[in-house]
Nanobody, 124 residues
Framework: QVQLVESGGGLVQAGDSLRLSCAAS????????VAWFRQAPGKEQRELVA?????????TYADEVKGRFIVSRDNANNAVDLQMNSLRPEDTAVYYC????????????????WGQGTQVTVTS
C-alpha cells in the first residue's frame, strides 16, 4: 500500500502563499486518485479541499478555495502538490493528503491511505 507524507505547512500572514507537498512511497502512485483534505480547529469533520483524479488528471476544488489553490501531480516523482495563494485566516487547519483507488473524487471514506497531516496557520 502507498504511504503518504505531507510537508510544507507553516505560519504565514493573510495574503501569503504556501506550497504543500505530498510524497508517496510503496505503491503505484499513478494508480491513485489523490486529494487534499483539511480539518479546522474545533471541527470534527475533514473537508475536501482539492483532488486530482487518476488517469484523467481532472481536478476539483472546494468552493472556498477555487481560484486560490491549485493541485498538481508528478507521477514520475510520486508527488502531489497543493499551491495555496491568497491565504486567509479561515484556511487555518491541518492539511492531509489522501489516496483512493477509484476513478472519482468520492468522499473521505473512499480514501484508504492518509498522511499524518501538516499544520497551516494563517494570521490576520
Amino acid at each position: 500500500q502507498v504511504q503518504l507524507v505531507e510537508s510544507g505547512g507553516g505560519l504565514v500572514q493573510a495574503g501569503d502563499s504556501l506550497r504543500l507537498s505530498c510524497a508517496a512511497s510503496g505503491g503505484a502512485f499513478a494508480s491513485y486518485t489523490v486529494a487534499w483534505f483539511r480539518q479546522a480547529p474545533g471541527k470534527e469533520q475533514r473537508e475536501l479541499v482539492a483532488a486530482i483524479v487518476r488517469a484523467t488528471g481532472l481536478t476539483t476544488y472546494a468552493d472556498e478555495v477555487k481560484g486560490r489553490f491549485i493541485v498538481s501531480r508528478d507521477n514520475a516523482n510520486n508527488a502531489v502538490d497543493l499551491q495555496m495563494n491568497s491565504l486567509r485566516p479561515e484556511d487555518t487547519a491541518v492539511y492531509y493528503c489522501a489516496a483512493s483507488p477509484y476513478y472519482t473524487v468520492g468522499a473521505s471514506y473512499d480514501y484508504r491511505n492518509w498522511g499524518q497531516g501538516t499544520q497551516v496557520t494563517v494570521t490576520s
